[in-house]
T-cell receptor, first 112, second 114 residues
Framework: DQQVKQNSPSLRVQEGRISILNCDYT??????FLWYKKYPAEGPTFLIS?????DKNEDGRFTVFLNKSAKHLSLHIVPSQPGDSAVYFC???????????FGSGTQLTVLP | DSGVTQTPKHLITATGQRVTLRCSPR?????VYWYQQSLDQGLQFLIQ???????AKGNILERFSAQQFPDLHSELNLSSLELGDSALYFC?????????????FGSGTRLTVV
């Protein structure tokens, strides 16, 4: 039972355009959400997070939106750059859990 | 360099064998997490240690075990290996035992069972 789902295994975007990566979750106890980026041969690196008390968090070119009623979050990258090409993982945790539950990842390719 | 060191980077072994994966957390981090990433899968949580004690357990097989030593490094032991155990194994660390801090991941150990 996948509690965190990323239904798009891949996404291709032109440089300078917006990239939108989506994530759905089923566990209503999740109250903290994170995005990680992973390059080949490296471990995932933390990108941005959002608490369930917010619906938006912005950090430079990266913005995460949370829609609790739909149990959906998205990561927007504007403008997209070729260096953003990587696998993006959505992750979630609940207040009582000490570990993160990850989605299966989306491979983003930004074309020059 | 994230500060989390995993060794070895690559490991090829035969079915039925036993291997040990090692993780040194980032300096000052007390909590260590182990994750498994199989082909086209997300990261599956295996186990967490905090300051030497087991804190949480995920979908870790009985053939797998882990421990965290007084110097805070951790080892993941995989025994009676099967072909399906082939995966990337990641270690992550954080200062305290809560995921709100975010994790720092190592670069992983790629295990191939033949």
């Amino acid at each position: 039972d996948q509690q965190v789902k990323q239904n798009s295994p891949s996404l291709r975007v032109q440089e300078g355009r917006i990239s939108i990566l989506n994530c759905d979750y089923t566990n209503s106890m999740f109250d903290y959400f994170l995005w990680y980026k992973k390059y080949p041969a490296e471990g995932p690196t933390f990108l941005i997070s959002i608490s369930s008390i917010k619906d938006k968090n912005e950090d430079g070119r990266f913005t995460v939106f949370l829609n609790k009623s739909a149990k959906h979050l998205s990561l927007h990258i504007v403008p997209s750059q070729p260096g953003d090409s990587a696998v993006y993982f959505c992750a979630a945790s609940s207040g009582s859990a000490r570990q993160l539950t990850f989605g299966s990842g989306t491979q983003l390719t930004v074309l020059p | 360099d994230s500060g989390v060191t995993q060794t070895p980077k690559h490991l090829i072994t035969a079915t039925g064998q036993r291997v040990t994966l090692r993780c040194s957390p980032r300096s000052g981090d007390l909590s260590v997490y182990w994750y498994q990433q199989s082909l086209d899968q997300g990261l599956q949580f295996l186990i967490q240690y905090y300051n030497g004690e087991e804190r949480a357990k995920g979908n870790i097989l009985e053939r797998f075990s882990a421990q965290q030593f007084p110097d805070l490094h951790s080892e993941l032991n995989l025994s009676s290996l099967e072909l399906g155990d082939s995966a990337l194994y990641f270690c992550a660390s954080s200062v305290v035992g809560r995921s709100l801090d975010g994790y720092t991941f190592g670069s992983g150990t790629r295990l191939t069972v033949v």
